[in-house]
């Protein structure tokens, strides 16, 4: 294998290696999810509470009316990139999704620095969710007149310190994930049902207390208070051009950014592949058909958000709630905070599902430690790193303010999504003949789009953002470089064996010579 023996700054992994299911070190994962399934697993991450309060926060901080165009947007974006993501999990369907991708196209390093990314991503967007769900969770039983009792009261609904709500959830949905891919899936089918149907009573309910004239009111370029100067807390693209302020098309393309968040978690159907029927095929329909439905359904309540109630007075720390509180429908509050929390409940379960199968790819490729790639043989799901993603999911949302590390969720997905997008240009030309179930339209026009697109999204983001993304990033560089670098599959694949040296034999005289008899024999050999 050429490849492995090459330095690791090169070192790719052949499409074969990729894709076939070995024993040992690399197991394979039972088949699971069906094409309806791959959607409703999308559909389960991408909808979450954001759907209730995203666009009325962006609304009434950033962009006004024209909050629908960010949506739009940010839906456009991950558009582009979820039909790279479709080729590339086609030719190559297994539960690596981008880090697998990166390790066979550009090699090794790469694959580490995308598999970090997509760490980073994942494990804090479960934490930041959890520590959501819990804040919906506390507001539901206030909303239903329940009474905790005052020791229960002080640690639930918290924003920073210990909160026994986000234990719970991280808690209960890594027992269900570790438990297997089945029993995942059957709880992810009835929350989603259910949670749809409460964003149907949204828009529905909203619709009828419609104003256009709300959708008019475009408001002027503005400072917001207190954020001048503030360098660290800008949008990069600002602080590059000039240009701060919200509102406007420069506000509009920040709360694009922000809103890249809604739509984060298509890409974790591309790890369910392994575990896909006909996973060529029914991947990238699962990834495209989720993200459209998704898209649809975020800008329906986008516009009822925005024509309900003027931007200006949009109560941010809870926007549909006090919307259909002013139009007189209270009993709607009740029906968004049960949607809130059966949405916040799959986009945990569905993030963990997602990070257990990219580091169980890492796993079983050496470059995290070999044992966490285990299949437990009962549940036939690798136990072992799910219980240490809970684990960390649960240190991290705990201990860290993981509500302020927002954005770096969405740094992490956008970089990932860049890698995925020249991973199809690049595949193009070096693996023209490698079969596809699925093939990007306009290449290479859409993945070059993709990458502006991402691009510019990502200049958008805080400066302080990028400081703390670089620093993750510089610190992962590190750990492959004392870990993963020696001790990758393809790296000890690549060692050569050490050789016992051969022995010499005395043979004896010439023929004809004397004890010419005794040297053809066994007994007549000696070793010098």
């Not at 256009?212 to 590059?240: E, Y």
């Not at 006909?278 to 925005?306: C, E, H, N, Q, W």
């Not at 043989?377 to 303010?401: C, H, K, M, N, Q």
């Amino acid at each position: 294998m050429s490849e492995g023996r090459s330095p690791s700054i090169v070192r790719r992994m052949p499409p074969s290696h990729a894709t076939d299911r070995w024993t040992g070190a690399r197991h394979g994962l039972p088949t699971a999810y069906r094409g309806a399934d791959l959607v409703v697993l999308g559909v389960g991450v991408m909808i979450g509470a954001g759907i209730f309060g995203l666009a009325g926060r962006q609304a009434a901080s950033m962009a006004g009316p024209g909050v629908i165009l960010s949506f739009m947007i940010a839906g456009i974006t991950s558009l582009l990139v979820a039909f790279c993501f479709a080729e590339l999990s086609s030719a190559m369907p297994t539960s690596g999704s981008a880090y697998t991708f990166a390790y066979v196209i550009f090699g090794e390093v790469w694959a580490w620095i995308v598999g970090w990314a997509l760490v980073l991503e994942l494990l804090l967007a479960a934490a930041v969710v959890a520590r959501a769900w819990s804040h919906y969770a506390a507001q539901l039983l206030t909303d239903l007149g329940v009474d905790l009792p005052q020791v229960v009261a002080s640690v639930v609904g918290q924003s920073t310190g210990f909160d026994l709500f986000t234990l719970f959830i991280l808690a209960v949905l890594t027992a269900v994930v570790a438990l297997g891919a089945r029993v995942g899936l059957r709880t992810l089918w009835i929350i989603v049902v259910a949670k749809l149907v409460a964003i149907g009573a949204v828009i529905v309910v909203g619709a009828l207390h419609f104003d256009r004239r709300n959708l008019a009111a475009i408001p002027v370029p503005a400072t917001p208070p207190g954020k001048a100067g503030d360098t660290l807390h800008s949008p990069l693209l600002g602080i590059l051009f000039g240009q701060t302020g919200t509102f406007g098309w420069f506000g509009i393309f920040a709360a694009s950014a922000a809103i890249t968040f809604a739509y984060i978690g298509f890409d974790v159907v591309a790890t369910a592949a392994e575990e896909a029927e006909d996973a060529p095929r029914s991947i990238p329909k699962g990834i495209i058909r989720g993200l459209m439905f998704t898209t649809v359904i975020y800008i329906a309540v986008a516009v009822v958000m925005v024509g309900m109630i003027p931007y200006d007075r949009i109560d941010a720390s809870a926007p549909l709630a006090s919307a259909f509180r002013d139009a007189g429908e209270g009993f709607m509050v009740h029906v968004i905070n049960v949607g809130a929390v059966l949405g916040l409940t799959t986009v945990v379960l569905v993030l963990l599902v997602g990070l257990t199968r990219v580091m169980f790819s890492m796993a079983r490729d050496g470059l995290i430690p070999r044992p966490l790639s285990k299949i437990n043989r009962g549940y036939r799901s690798p136990t072992r790193v799910t219980l240490l993603i809970g684990f960390l999911a649960i240190l991290l949302a705990e201990f860290v303010d993981v509500l302020t590390l927002e954005p770096l969720v969405v740094i992490g997905a956008l970089f990932v999504f860049i890698v995925v997008a020249g991973g199809v240009v690049r595949m193009r030309q070096t693996m023209p003949d490698l079969p596809r179930g699925f093939r990007t339209p306009f290449s290479p026009g859409v993945p070059i789009a993709s990458i502006l697109a991402c691009l510019w999204l990502m200049v958008n983001l805080q400066l302080i953002t990028w400081l703390y993304f670089t620093i993750w990033m510089a610190f992962g560089v590190l750990v492959y470089l004392v870990y993963g670098r020696r001790n990758s599959v393809l790296a000890t694949m690549a060692r050569p064996v050490p050789e016992a040296p051969a022995p010499v034999y005395y043979q004896g005289p010439p023929p004809g010579g004397p004890g010419a008899g005794s040297a053809a024999g066994p007994r007549g050999r000696h070793r010098r």
